[in-house]
């Protein structure tokens, strides 16, 4: 059995942290593959290194001195290897470090540098082989992760290697020019390895114990998710659910390599289980409730709308020509409204309303802004008569006015409209009534 485990920053943020890590690698030889992230806060108000990294790199880009910040970054790895009683130096690393920014090596490279580094440690600390993602993780020449290319290389590098170290969020063009992952891409490159060595569990091990159906930040000690699908997870990320970045889905998807959430500061705890599909029956009719703010509905009207072959394209065609991605197209037979991103959207509204007129020619457009969207998501939706009317009367009962329901033919999730300033006390109707009421 091979495990692939992914620790985060917060797991890797000081020395004390690195032993919780390295006890919970060597209580289970089956972890065999470890992807770090860089060092995260310490404590409260503490700086993350790969943010210290992006200042450091700016001040070079402009150039102006960095020698102090650099420094500053290089004295948070020594306190870990001295907390450690490693006798490995960086000197050297860092030596190259300044070189390649003096020579602006550019802002991917100067992110990158706070995984590579952490990883070199963390091999020195387990004996573990290091392995640059450099080397094995590749992007095409448009900047896109290329998956078949980078899957033959790690089979290929990895099949003799029982053990290694691989650095996360970055990888290299053909010509070994680093490139970076978005933001969190560091579990992205743990699924990565997990599907090149077929791994049987991709454990990503965090500071929380796994998925909570709600944001704690919203919901106080909300209950925690035991399993969830794939398809569920997608849904809850794309709507600001936030554990596990949510292209690492992918990766291990296509394998049926299942993902499990871990606590590096509690190990005992089971965490959540995302599966490609489960018989468990779910403790609750939804599975998790996740939303966003800033969004504007642009309202569409033409009478016989419905009858008018391409008329749904031509709208969409206004938004695309203006670089504009929708969120979600509610319809009705005369009526049909577009959810954008605000913050994108407000720039160019009467470009993209000139450009409906233009193209499709409706009667009228109107633009409602400052809404949210909550998705609420389970499969146990599906086998539950009088979800949607649940909602709608939670909803009511807290006084919040619902702008719109959307529910796809899979009835997975059903996503709700609401004013901004309704957000959060619709969340909490909806969660009163699925989890604190279990209705």
């Not at 992914?6 to 992807?35: M, N, T, W």
């Not at 490693?86 to 995984?115: C, D, P």
Request: proline residues 3%.
């Amino acid at each position: 059995m091979k495990k692939v485990v992914k620790f985060g920053g917060s797991s890797l943020a000081s020395a004390e942290q690195f032993r919780k890590v390295g006890d919970i690698i060597h209580a289970d030889k089956e972890r065999r593959y470890v992807i770090p992230s860089a060092p995260g806060k310490r404590f409260s108000g503490d700086t993350k290194v790969t943010d210290m990294l992006y200042g450091c790199y700016e001040l070079a880009e402009n150039d102006k001195d960095f020698k102090r910040e650099l420094q500053a970054i290089e004295e948070r790895y020594q306190e870990i290897m001295d907390g450690l009683s490693l006798t490995l130096s960086l000197k050297e690393e860092f030596k190259t470090i300044a070189e390649n920014f003096k020579k602006k090596a550019g802002v991917n490279y100067a992110a990158s540098r706070g995984e590579y580094l952490n990883s070199i440690i963390m091999a020195d600390y387990l004996g573990f082989p290091f392995i640059d993602a450099a080397e094995v993780i590749r992007f095409d020449e448009n900047g896109d992760f290329d998956s078949e290319t980078t899957n033959d290389i790690l089979k290929e590098r990895l099949k003799d290697v029982d053990n290694a170290v691989i650095p996360g969020f970055y990888g290299a063009y053909a010509d070994g020019t680093v490139k970076t992952f978005s933001r969190g891409g560091s579990d992205i490159t743990g699924s990565i390895v997990a599907r090149a060595v077929k791994a049987d569990v991709y454990e990503n091990w965090t500071d929380v114990s796994g998925f909570l159906i709600a944001d704690p930040r919203i919901i106080e000690n909300p209950e925690r998710i035991d399993t969830i699908t794939y398809r569920e997870l997608r849904e809850l990320s794309y709507m600001g659910a936030s554990v596990l970045h949510e292209d690492a889905i992918f990766p291990v998807r296509r394998e049926g390599i299942p993902i499990n959430i871990r606590n590096t500061n509690r190990p005992q705890d089971e965490g959540t289980w995302i599966v490609e599909s489960t018989c468990q029956k779910c403790k609750y009719v939804v599975t998790g409730i996740a939303g966003k703010k800033g969004f504007c509905a642009v309202n569409i009207d033409k009478a016989m709308m419905n009858s008018e072959i391409g008329f749904g394209r031509k709208v969409l065609q206004a938004f695309e020509d203006y670089g504009i991605s929708f969120e979600h197209v509610p319809s009705g037979i005369d009526t049909m409204t577009v959810f954008v991103h605000q913050d994108e959207f407000m720039d160019k509204e009467q470009k993209v309303v000139s450009a409906i007129h233009r193209l499709a020619d409706p009667d009228s457009i109107d633009i409602e802004a400052d809404l949210a969207l909550i998705a609420v998501v389970g499969r146990g939706m599906k086998s539950t008569r009088g979800t949607a009317g649940r909602i709608f009367s939670a909803l009511a009962h807290a006084n919040v006015n619902v702008k719109m329901i959307d529910q796809g033919s899979s009835e997975l999730n059903i996503i709700i409209g609401v004013a901004n300033e309704d957000f959060e006390t619709a969340i909490k109707a909806i969660y009163d009534i699925f989890v604190l009421a279990r209705l």
